[in-house]
């Protein structure tokens, strides 16, 4: 149904005008979900010498796309590495089925790629420093989790410190290539295998916003 102007039925207005909506039109499109932000937050953790954050109600089966943000994330080991894994149907996947490439680009100056066709995860934070001044920050993106038909494909930009005392990011993205149902994401440290000893991790869902 079209949504318009509370003025649409005017004598004088001969241009449909969608910018003001009636209290009828708010209703119906909070209703269905499309009308108070693009987001939702589906759940905020927060580590406190926690050894997983594990996201297993993502509300796959509404969103196509999910935005997870992490704020102030260390490791309780020096040097560590963070890594995603999925949960297909409520099992969480370990096998060296990922594929990831990062572009890694350190303030010392250097460049370096992160890169395999055969992970056990998704790298996503690398070699990040207990240091407080540098903890790891950035977003990651989920696309097709909840479609059993279609790979579940990720990209990332995340920005951390290393145990060099060197700013560093990535940027880049990664996949599962298997077409499943994923409902659950883990995020967990394995080089060090340290706990998140701080974080802040929101798991959003991006609507999908219909103008008519």
């Given at each position: 149904?079209p949504?318009?102007?509370?003025?649409q039925n005017?004598p004088?207005?001969?241009?449909?005008?969608s910018?003001v909506?009636?209290?009828?039109?708010v209703?119906?499109?909070q209703s269905q979900?499309?009308?108070?932000?693009?987001?939702?937050?589906?759940?905020?953790?927060?580590a406190?010498?926690t050894a997983?954050?594990d996201f297993?109600?993502?509300?796959?089966?509404?969103?196509?796309?999910?935005?997870?943000?992490?704020?102030?994330?260390?490791?309780?080991?020096?040097n560590?590495?963070a890594?995603i894994r999925?949960?297909?149907?409520?099992?969480?996947?370990?096998?060296s089925?990922?594929?990831?490439?990062?572009?890694?680009?350190n303030a010392d100056p250097?460049f370096t790629?992160?890169?395999?066709?055969?992970?056990?995860k998704?790298r996503f934070?690398?070699?990040?420093?207990?240091n407080f001044?540098?903890?790891?920050n950035g977003y990651?993106?989920?696309?097709?989790l909840?479609?059993?038909?279609?790979?579940?494909?990720?990209?990332?930009?995340t920005t951390?410190?290393t145990?060099?005392?060197?700013?560093?990011?990535?940027?880049?993205?990664?996949?599962?290539?298997?077409?499943?149902?994923?409902?659950?994401?883990?995020l967990f440290?394995?080089f060090?295998?340290?706990?998140?000893?701080?974080?802040t991790f929101k798991?959003?869902g991006?609507?999908?916003?219909?103008?008519t």
């Amino acid at each position: 149904m079209p949504f318009g102007y509370t003025g649409q039925n005017q004598p004088k207005q001969t241009v449909s005008n969608s910018g003001v909506f009636s209290i009828t039109d708010v209703a119906e499109l909070q209703s269905q979900g499309k009308l108070g932000g693009s987001l939702e937050l589906i759940e905020e953790i927060v580590a406190s010498d926690t050894a997983t954050i594990d996201f297993t109600s993502i509300k796959e089966n509404v969103y196509d796309v999910h935005l997870l943000q992490f704020f102030n994330a260390q490791s309780s080991a020096n040097n560590d590495v963070a890594g995603i894994r999925l949960y297909e149907s409520g099992t969480l996947e370990t096998a060296s089925v990922y594929q990831y490439a990062l572009q890694s680009v350190n303030a010392d100056p250097s460049f370096t790629e992160v890169r395999t066709t055969s992970d056990t995860k998704i790298r996503f934070v690398g070699g990040y420093s207990t240091n407080f001044n540098f903890t790891g920050n950035g977003y990651v993106y989920f696309y097709n989790l909840g479609n059993s038909s279609k790979y579940s494909f990720c990209t990332i930009h995340t920005t951390f410190g290393t145990d060099g005392n060197d700013y560093n990011s990535h940027f880049g993205g990664g996949v599962l290539p298997q077409a499943s149902t994923v409902d659950g994401i883990r995020l967990f440290n394995y080089f060090a295998s340290g706990n998140f000893s701080e974080g802040t991790f929101k798991l959003y869902g991006v609507k999908q916003i219909w103008v008519t």
